[in-house]
């Protein structure tokens, strides 16, 4: 009996994306370029993920935890885990379907820290903190309206004021001889614009 057939172990390489391709191969083989090369596998990390390595214990190849906590972050389980606990955020990821699992860990890490910063209120205080601004905005903004409709009234009855001065002013002008009487309109408009 062969017990190899029965159980493959994977091979581990580590590969570096562009590993494969160099520029001295690429000279000797003009037909070959670096875009028709074909991929390479994605590397296979080696040391556990964040969540494995703060729990201390082996990560397994089908951790539920390793896609969303890297290795290179571990302050963000530190701060899932303090609040919500190892047990909880695996029961949660793992009721939860595949597409739904990353904003989940997301969603949990923003509650981690809101509950950290603000243990009494967490996020529900953040969020009656952002409402609150969010009337304050919106009362502003009416005020700002408020005062351009107000400006505009102004300045239309400014223009037909201006515009019912001009004519009176004209008809006494049109009744007489031309050019007769300019001082008249021009001390009009000074008085106008004074």
Avoid at 40 to 66: E, F, G, Q, T, Y
Avoid at 78 to 91: C, D, L
Avoid at 178 to 192: I, V
């Amino acid at each position: 009996m062969v017990y190899s057939d029965r159980i493959a172990k994977p091979t581990i390489t580590l590969s570096h994306p562009f590993s494969h391709y160099s520029p001295s191969s690429a000279s000797s083989s003009p037909n070959l370029s670096p875009a028709s090369a074909p991929p390479s596998p994605p590397p296979v990390i080696l040391s556990p993920c964040a969540a494995c390595k703060i729990l201390r214990r082996r990560c397994a190849d089908r951790c539920v935890l390793a896609p969303y906590f890297p290795p290179t972050d571990p302050l963000k389980f530190t701060i899932a885990h303090r609040v919500f606990g190892a047990s909880n955020i695996i029961k949660l990821l793992q009721e939860l379907p595949e597409s739904q699992r990353a904003d989940a860990v997301s969603s949990m890490v923003y509650e981690a820290n809101a509950r950290i910063r603000d243990p009494v209120y967490g996020c529900a205080g953040a969020i009656c903190q952002l409402q609150k601004q969010v009337c304050e905005l919106q009362a502003d903004l009416a005020k700002a309206r408020a005062e351009i409709v107000n400006m505009q009234c102004q300045q239309s009855n400014l223009v037909s004021l201006i515009c019912m001065e001009m004519t009176d002013s004209q008809e006494p002008i049109s009744q007489q001889q031309p050019y007769e009487n300019t001082n008249f309109l021009l001390e009009d408009l000074e008085t106008l614009w004074a």
